[in-house]
């Protein structure tokens, strides 16, 4: 049996980093403030001390120059973590990842690839509008890429693992409300593949599919209409590009119902492409209409009681999945 330990979801990237960057010569971490500080929110702390200043740099504050640089690093044979400080601060790099990095390969006919591995913080916590937004979307929406958001210490190893073995590039999305979480990760290295999705809890009565935060909001919902006799299906897509769609439809097939949870917004978010694909194909196994349950049509306030209410909560997922299954 694997030995395990626990590990909040911070200390669990790291030591991913940490055992690439000694598995790896061609691996180097760049970004604002990664060396000596270790990131903004501690991820990479101790790793300039570990291994210096030519595997672990610090950068200007430069998004387009940290992007840019990390891809044309990794056309020339080295694997570079990419870190930008936030999802917010990827806009100013956006030529970069949707012009160059998601495009070498198809652009040189699969001659030259760029496996940058771009790190990157959503979530929100008095951020206000501008700093507490949802991009999944938008990456995911691109081909080219591939997009991970782990939701536990676990899947944000395993999943970092497996972007620096990949050879395409990886946009990967952590949640800055998760770094403290803690969890069973086991030692030594492992990989969780891309595209595979994980029944988080085991139901009979109606799937929630979701990931990132909204994967802990379900299962404490889950938990708590466990005891009025109500089984939830948890569904953790894991990753967004690719999507595991066998498992969201067997999960569907089983309690005929379906929720999507996210924390992005509903309008041409994640939410409506899973929604659609589970009315097209699975249409004939559902008792009642595919829902959706997402961030409010806003940009996201300061004052922490109205941002409070701009997510679902427990209490929002409990109502919503009684009035499917009513």
């Known amino acids: 049996m694997t030995e395990t330990i626990q590990m909040t979801y911070r200390d669990a ?3 991913a980093m940490r055992e690439a960057l000694k598995r790896d010569d061609t691996v180097v971490i760049m970004g604002e403030e990664v060396g000596v500080w270790g990131g903004t929110y501690a991820v990479t702390r101790g790793l300039y001390d570990e291994f210096g200043g030519k595997r ?3 950068t200007p504050i430069a998004e387009m120059g940290i992007i840019g640089v990390a891809t044309g690093a990794a056309m020339g044979g080295l694997k570079p973590i990419a870190e930008i400080m936030t999802i917010n601060f990827a806009l100013i790099a956006i030529d970069q990842i949707v012009n160059n990095t998601a495009k070498i390969h198809s652009m040189f006919g699969g001659t030259m690839r760029a496996p940058v591995v771009i790190r990157t913080a959503a979530g929100w916590g008095q951020l206000a509008a501008t ?9 995911a929406h691109l081909p080219g890429l591939i997009v991970v958001m782990p939701a536990t210490p676990y899947d944000a190893k ?3 693992t497996t972007a620096l073995y990949s050879q395409n590039p990886v946009v990967f999305i952590e949640h800055s409300r998760l770094y403290g979480e803690k969890g069973d990760v086991p030692r030594g290295e492992f990989r969780v593949p891309f595209g595979v999705a994980d029944v988080k809890r085991q139901g009979k009565d109606l799937t929630i599919v979701t990931y990132s935060r909204m994967v802990h909001v379900a299962l404490n919902a889950a938990n708590d209409l466990a005891k009025q006799g ?3 299906e948890v569904v953790d897509l894991r990753s967004l590009r690719p999507v595991d769609w066998d498992m969201v439809y067997a999960s569907v097939r089983k309690t005929h119902r379906a929720l999507v949870l996210t924390e992005d917004w509903m309008t041409f978010g ?7 694909r589970i009315s097209r194909e699975v249409f004939d196994y559902l008792d009642a209409p595919v829902e959706r349950l997402t961030q409010e049509e806003v940009p996201l306030p300061y004052a922490p009681n109205l941002e409070k209410l701009s997510f679902p909560d427990e209490a929002r997922v409990a109502e919503q999945v009684k009035e499917m299954l009513a």
């Open 158 to 160: 395993g999943l970092l």
């Open 56 to 58: 672990v740099i610090d």
């Open 230 to 232: 109500i089984e939830i």
């Open 13 to 15: 990237l790291r030591e």
């Open 270 to 276: 994640v939410s409506a492409e899973v929604a659609a």
């Open 131 to 139: 700093h507490s937004q949802s991009f999944e979307g938008w990456f």
